[in-house]
């Protein structure tokens, strides 16, 4: 695969992946709070173990496989003889070069 581009409606792994990011920080803040409550961990560690889940995240994004990869429609160039496509109408009102049109 020559270039990779994220797509949301893709059932690839590393596709479905890209989409952990939101949920994986979610859970983590939930049970940093939970601790919190218990007197487990403090607010100090907090930092510290959001960046270890965005490293875990970004990781497994950028190992997971690309087996069964589609593009999003908009990579692909569109085919200029399919049907139904008609081609932008040209103005005729158009002002000659050199005059200016005020009105």
Do not use: W
Not at 17 to 30: R, S
Not at 50 to 65: E, N, P, R, W, Y
């Amino acid at each position: 695969m020559d270039n990779y581009y994220r797509n949301r409606f893709c059932p690839c792994t590393r596709c479905r992946m890209n989409c952990m990011m939101g949920p994986a920080m979610m859970v983590t803040i939930g049970v940093m709070f939970l601790l919190n409550n218990f007197g487990i961990a403090r607010g100090g560690t907090f930092v510290a173990v959001i960046l270890i889940v965005i490293g875990g995240i970004k990781l497994l994004q950028t190992g997971a496989s690309t087996e069964g990869h589609r593009q999003p429609t908009y990579f692909y160039p569109a085919d200029p003889n399919a049907p139904g496509v008609t081609p932008p109408p040209t103005t005729q009102n158009q002002a000659p070069t050199g005059q200016v049109n005020n009105g």
